[in-house]
C-alpha cells in the first residue's frame, strides 16, 4: 500500500489565555527567542526543527487567547515543543501580572 510508504506525523493543538494587551509582547520575545532558529515570520512564527518537527506560535485575531501548534513523527516530540512554548509563554505573562513591564529585561 502507498498509506505504509507515507511518513505519518501527529499533531499537538494548545490554546493559552493571553490578554489582548500582552500579545504584541509576546510576539516580541518569541522572535527573540526564536532568533537563531529557522523560522517564517510571515503569519505567526512557524520554527522548524532538523528532524522535520515545527511549532507555529499565533496570537488570536480574534480571541484573548495564543495558538502554540506543534507537529512531529512522534506525539511526544510534538507535545515537549508544545509544552515548552507555553512554559516560556506562561512564565513571561506571570513575570508581567507581577508588576514587571513587557520587554523590560
Known amino acids: 500500500h502507498i498509506d505504509a510508504m507515507v511518513p505519518k506525523f501527529r499533531m499537538v493543538n494548545k490554546n493559552l489565555d493571553c490578554p489582548w494587551s500582552e500579545k504584541g509582547s509576546i510576539m516580541r520575545k518569541l522572535i527573540n527567542l526564536t532568533k537563531d532558529s529557522t523560522r517564517e515570520t510571515i ?4 520554527v522548524h526543527y532538523d528532524d ?5 506560535l499565533l496570537p488570536d ?3 484573548a487567547i495564543f495558538h502554540i501548534n506543534a507537529e512531529s513523527s512522534s506525539e511526544t516530540q510534538a507535545r515537549s515543543v508544545v509544552d515548552r512554548f507555553e512554559s516560556q509563554i506562561n512564565a513571561w505573562l506571570s513575570e ?3 508588576g514587571s513591564k513587557p520587554g523590560s529585561e
Open 43 to 46: 503569519d505567526g512564527i512557524k
Open 96 to 98: 508581567w501580572a507581577q
Open 61 to 63: 485575531k480574534e480571541r
Open 52 to 56: 522535520g518537527t515545527w511549532v507555529h
